[in-house]
Every structure is written in structure tokens, then in C-alpha cells.
């Protein structure tokens, strides 16, 4: 335990770096998406133009429609072909001279509206507005119920008004509230024993602060305070709107990609899916429970691989009896192979750009969004400060938690809502596999090979454990922390003037140092060796970005080029 600092950080300070922060990573984020989202654009402005020709062939019988306005879609529609028939036969040359070719070859195609960047936003813009059209109304529907409505189907319940913990906690959520200048928000107690505590819903006027018995029972008054202030200045500080955007924006993608699934892979369950969220569209937007529902559906769609459809048809080729609807009518009626083949063509390339879409989510924008949403509880720490007016309070319930708390059984998904997450748990059972794996080593003595097994034996009960346990929503993002990590928030809060906790599971358990030079050549030689490896692994990595965004760019125009080729036709 050490004392806070005499010059001691102002509260308002740590609020304005925080919010800084969140600007700086918010406008990154949007950039990654934007560049990312290209090649899925270019996928939705076909149907975006399908739309769009269909109605103005209905216009058309009341209004003339100028023959300039057809030319121009067509001439959007043949730029792609264009550009590939200027390519011709690509010459084999290096990687740097091949760029060069194609971008002189495409320099020679006569673009719609002379201008090859105007032409580029035809193809792009329409699906881009249809893919922020379809989140902003996705993220209307779920506005009211909100992000972890989930949670009060753990047996959530009211406060005991006759109960003298729970009666205090009901007061000091007032308090609270009415230090933050923000409506009390609902409060429930969920009877599990893990302390910990979560705020939910989907802004000031529907939130509601969870907290369960285990926290009532384990922290004392100011530990209380602080963890339920750190949860009304995430609601005062506009984190669940937050939450809801950076949920949604997830399940858009989840939602477009079900659509792809629904025409180009054939897949029943696609359909039925859509029906369910089409129905909570029109009839059960007032309806938070059938928003739930329809939000915890596309969760559990994120990141899978749909079995029917194609899909199933290709795991039918290989078993003697088919299983799926559509391979079992192939089999009957092989003619209707032909008229299977050209969407197992589209259907290839939407899974090309399923793939590109992953790979980005789990590598760049997923963790660039956890990066927002770590800041975010920095700032919720320092807003809980202000609130109080004792950093001590919320640094002994951080560490109380650090020790004892963890995200509630069911509540995995919504991990990242919660005061402190998984990590807390994780470290200590890391904590506990390293000590059990030390003391074998030591029981093992000079028998290594009996040693080796029980090690193994260890890991893969280990292992067996990680496959089992619930997954949350940031293992869909790369798997970024979702909660700085708790040491760091200590810090922070001793900055503030909070004495410096550190409970068992914080307590680095280093070496003593050792004195002369054998520590700066170890370290000297350790750069030399890694500082080469990273810059290499960093190359790397933007050239492996770099084919992964251009396959995602070819597939899309390749099915942009077969759909729109299908629409001139129309465009008469």
C-alpha cells in the first residue's frame, strides 16, 4: 500500500486527455472501416442500382425518364468490363512493375462522366449509404432495449426493501445520479457471489445498474460507492450509446452478410432469419423483448458458417445420402445443376469477401474499437472521482475486484459492459496454472520425462477448459482486452490522489536485479535481435493487408461486373 501523490492529477485533467483519446481513436476507426468497407460496398451497389432501375422503370409510366439518365447507368454498368478488356494479357514482370501497367492500362478506359474518381464513387457510394441506411435503422430498432438486456434473464431482481445492504445500495444510486445531474436509473441485484457490477440499456432515460450480492456482501460502503459511481459516470458519459453503436455496426455486417446468404448461398436458415428481423421491424419495434432477441440472434451468427443452402450442397457431394433440401433435389433433378452453378459462382465470391471482412474485423477495426471502449473506462474511473470526491473508495473496490471478482456465469458476452471483466479472473487463474505447473516441475526432480507428462496432462485439461467456457463479444474482435488492464487503472487513480493498491493477483513476483553487465548485454543483444524480427513482421503485415484488401477489391468486381451486366437489359 503506498500513498498518493502530494502534486495529485485533477480529475478533470484525466476527463480531457480520455476524451481527447476517444476522438482520436473514434476518427481511426472510421477511417479503417471506411477503407475496409470498400470492396462490401461495391457487393451492395449492384442491388442498390437493382433497386434503383426498378423503380425508375415504375416512374417511367407516369414521368419520362431522359435517355441521359439510362446511358449513364449503363455506362456504369460496362466500366468494369471495360477495365478488364484495357488489361489484356498481362505481361510477367515484378510486383512494382505490374502495378504501373495496370494503372496506365486503366488510365486508357473512357470513364463514365470523364472522370475515373467519379466513376469510383458510383460504385462505392450507393452501397456505402445503403450500408450506413441499414445500421442507422438496424440501431433504432435495438434502441430500446438497449446493449445487455440479455443480463436481466440471469435472475436480475428488485432490491429487498427489507434488506439493509440493498436498501443502501438503492441510495446510493441516487446519490449518484443526482451528483451526475441524471435521472436515477433502475437498480437490481442478480444473487451470484462473484462481486462485480454493470450498467445497461441504451442511454440516461432507460438505463439500469446491476450489482451483484456477492460485491454487497464482500466491500464496505466507500468500496460500494465507488464501483456504483464508476457505473452512473458510464451512463452520464454516453458509453451505452456507445456500446450499442459499436454492437450494431458488428451486427449490420452480420445482418448483410445473412442477406448475401439468403440469395446467393440458397440458405434456408438465412431466410428464416431475415423473416424474424423484418417482423421485429414492423411489428415489435416497441417490443425490447423482440429487439433482444433479434440482437442476440445476429450475436450468435457472428463469425459462423452457415450449413444449408450450397453450402450444404457441397457437404452432400462427398456422403452417399444427402441431408440438405438442395442436395437431395439435385439428386433427383440433376438438371437443375445449370441453374446452380451461377450462384455457386457468386456465392464463392461473397465467402472470398466474407473472409477479407474477418480477417480485417479480427485484426484492425476490432481492436481499434476495444482500444475506444479501454479509454472510455479510464474516463468512467475518472468521472467516478469527481462524482465521490474519494479515489481511495473506487481504488479499494478495484482491487477488492482484482482479487475476487469476474464476469457472472451467462454474462460472458457482455463481458466488456461490466466494472472490471474477465481478466481479473483470467490472471488469477494464470496465476494458479503457473504455480501448479511449477510445483510439478519441483515434484517431478530428476525424473524429466514423468515431469513432461504431468505437464501435458495440465495443459490439456487447460486447454479442454478454454474450448468449454462461454465465449465473449471481443473474441469476435481480435480478441483486444475490452478493460485496461487493472494495475493500470490503480495507477491512474493514484495519480488522482488514491493510496496504491496491490492486492495478491497485482503483485509482480520478480527477480531481484542483477547488478554488473550481464543485464545490459542481455538486453542490448535482445534488441538487436527483436527490433530486426518486428520491422520485418511489420513489412509483412502491410503487404499481407495490402493482397488481402485488393482480393476483397477483385471479387467485388467481378461480382459487380456479373450483376450489373444482368441489369442493362433493364436500363432501356
Known amino acids: 500500500m503506498i500513498p498518493g501523490p502530494v502534486d495529485r492529477l485533477s480529475f478533470f485533467a484525466e476527463q480531457h486527455r480520455r476524451r481527447r483519446q ?31 432501375v426498378l423503380g425508375l422503370r415504375q416512374v417511367q409510366k407516369f414521368v419520362a425518364i431522359p435517355a441521359s439518365t439510362w446511358q449513364a447507368l449503363r455506362d456504369i454498368a460496362g466500366v468494369i468490363p471495360a477495365m478488364a478488356d484495357s488489361l489484356g494479357d498481362v505481361p510477367d514482370m515484378g510486383l512494382f512493375d505490374t ?8 488510365g486508357t478506359v473512357s470513364y463514365p462522366f470523364d472522370s475515373w474518381w467519379l466513376t469510383l464513387a458510383a460504385l462505392v457510394l450507393p452501397g456505402m449509404a445503403t450500408t450506413t441506411l ?4 438496424y440501431r433504432a430498432l435495438l434502441r430500446r432495449a438497449g446493449v445487455g438486456g440479455m443480463l436481466l434473464k440471469l435472475g436480475a431482481r428488485a432490491p429487498h426493501s427489507d434488506d439493509l445492504e440493498e436498501r443502501q445500495l438503492v441510495n446510493l444510486v441516487e446519490e449518484m445520479a443526482i451528483a451526475g445531474g441524471l435521472p436515477a436509473p433502475q437498480v437490481r441485484v442478480l444473487d451470484s457471489r462473484i462481486p ?19 460485491l454487497l456482501d464482500e466491500l464496505d460502503r466507500d468500496e460500494t460507492q465507488g464501483i456504483i459511481a464508476h457505473a452512473v459516470a458510464s451512463i452520464g458519459n454516453g458509453d451505452l450509446p456507445i456500446a450499442l453503436s459499436i454492437t450494431t455496426v458488428f451486427q449490420t455486417v452480420e445482418l448483410i452478410f445473412t442477406g448475401f446468404d439468403a440469395l446467393l448461398n440458397l440458405s434456408g436458415s438465412a431466410w ?40 450444404g ?20 433433378l440433376p438438371m437443375f445443376q445449370v441453374v446452380f452453378f451461377p450462384f455457386l459462382i457468386f456465392y464463392v465470391l461473397s465467402l472470398l469477401l466474407r473472409m477479407q471482412v474477418w480477417l480485417v474485423r479480427f485484426t484492425v477495426v476490432g481492436p481499434l474499437m476495444m482500444r475506444v471502449w479501454r479509454t472510455r473506462r479510464h474516463l468512467a474511473d475518472a468521472t467516478a472521482v469527481q ?40 490472471m488469477r487463474k494464470d496465476t494458479a496454472l503457473q504455480q501448479r505447473l511449477r510445483s510439478t516441475g519441483q515434484e517431478a526432480g530428476d525424473r524429466p520425462m514423468a515431469a513432461a ?82 520491422a520485418i513482421a511489420g513489412v509483412l503485415s502491410v503487404f499481407a493487408f495490402s493482397a488481402i484488401f485488393m482480393f476483397g477489391v477483385l471479387s467485388a468486381m467481378m461480382f459487380t461486373a456479373a450483376t450489373m451486366a444482368l441489369l442493362v437489359p433493364l436500363m432501356r
Not at 134 to 137: A, D, I, P
Request: net charge positive; with cysteine; charged share 20%.
Open 196 to 214: 462485480n457490477a454493470v450498467a445497461i440499456g441504451s442511454g440516461p432515460d432507460r438505463a439500469v445498474v446491476i450489482v451483484t450480492r456477492g
Open 453 to 534: 507428462a504431468q505437464v501435458s496432462r495440465i495443459l490439456l485439461e487447460h486447454a479442454a477448459e478454454e474450448r468449454t467456457r462461454e465465449k465473449a463479444f471481443t473474441e469476435e474482435l481480435g480478441g483486444a482486452r475490452s478493460h485496461p488492464p487493472i494495475s493500470a487503472r490503480l495507477d491512474r487513480l493514484a495519480a488522482q490522489g488514491a493510496t496504491r493498491y496491490r492486492p495478491d493477483p497485482l503483485q509482480e513476483a520478480r527477480p531481484p536485479a542483477r547488478a554488473g553487465l550481464r543485464p545490459v548485454v542481455s538486453t542490448t543483444l535482445g534488441m538487436l535481435i527483436i527490433t530486426p524480427l518486428v
Open 134 to 137: 441499414v445500421w442507422l435503422g
Open 22 to 52: 476517444t476522438w482520436r481513436h473514434t476518427a481511426l476507426c472510421a477511417v479503417a472501416a471506411a477503407v475496409v468497407g470498400m470492396p462490401m460496398a461495391m457487393f451492395i451497389s449492384p442491388i442498390a442500382y437493382l433497386v434503383l
Open 99 to 106: 502495378i504501373r501497367y495496370v494503372a496506365r492500362a486503366f
Open 313 to 332: 450442397v457441397l457437404a452432400d457431394a462427398g456422403r452417399d445420402r444427402p441431408q440438405t433440401f438442395l442436395g437431395k433435389l439435385f439428386k433427383r
Open 387 to 426: 462524482l465521490t470526491r474519494h479515489p481511495d473508495g473506487l481504488a479499494r473496490g478495484l482491487a477488492h475486484l482484482a482479487a475476487e471478482g469476474g464476469v457472472v456465469p451467462g454474462g460472458q458476452w457482455f463481458s466488456h459492459l461490466f466494472v472490471v471483466g474477465p481478466e481479473a479472473a483470467q
Open 272 to 311: 428464416r432469419d431475415l423473416f424474424l428481423v423484418a417482423r421485429c421491424a414492423l411489428f415489435g419495434g416497441r417490443n425490447a423483448r423482440a429487439s433482444e432477441a433479434v440482437s442476440h440472434l445476429l450475436d450468435r451468427r457472428i463469425g459462423e458458417f452457415r450449413d444449408d443452402g450450397i453450402q
